[in-house]
């Protein structure tokens, strides 16, 4: 007669299935906080062409894409790394205020990264000495457009989420 491990025992499969949900929950993670640094950071090449321009500098197309591409290429994983530690808390958050609210996880979860860039945005001013280093926040329009990309952040990140 052969002997089955009780229900309640984890076989192999089921730890691996834990692995793989993991894995992806990361991998979901990750992707949602940079699809909002991507859209996040031409905001700050704009900002900072949009400043050029008030001084009467010439700015062409050439210009413009060595700006995004220098954004892109050095500022992006500063904002990444911001971005991701904003969006872990806020998603944890959102985790628990779900088991008790009632709402669109969709929903949720954006304006949790909303929430979470709106934050990062405000105590980048205050907590370095009324700095702006995140050149988008100088404007009305980016302070907001950054804000709407934190949603789309979250939004995709619970979209995801039940894919799982």
Not at 69 to 89: M, T
Request: proline share 2%.
């Amino acid at each position: 007669m052969i002997r089955r491990p009780p229900r309640s025992t984890l076989s192999s499969s089921s730890a691996a299935s834990d692995v793989y949900k993991r894995q992806k929950l990361v991998s979901i993670f990750l992707f949602s906080t940079l699809v909002a640094v991507f859209l996040s950071v031409p905001i700050t090449s704009v900002s900072y062409l949009y400043w050029l321009s008030s001084r009467e500098i010439s700015i062409g197309i050439d210009i413009l894409f060595k700006s995004l591409s220098h954004d892109w290429l050095y500022f992006s994983p500063i904002l990444f790394i911001v971005y991701s530690v904003g969006f872990f808390a806020a998603f944890i958050v959102s985790k628990l205020a779900l088991s008790i609210i009632k709402i669109d996880k969709r929903i949720a979860y954006g304006l949790a990264g909303a929430a979470s860039v709106a934050t990062v945005l405000y105590l980048s001013v205050a907590l370095l000495f009324e700095t702006q280093i995140i050149a988008g926040n100088r404007y009305f329009f980016g302070w907001v457009f950054h804000i709407i990309f934190g949603f789309f952040g979250g939004y995709i990140f619970a979209s995801l989420l039940k894919k799982i």
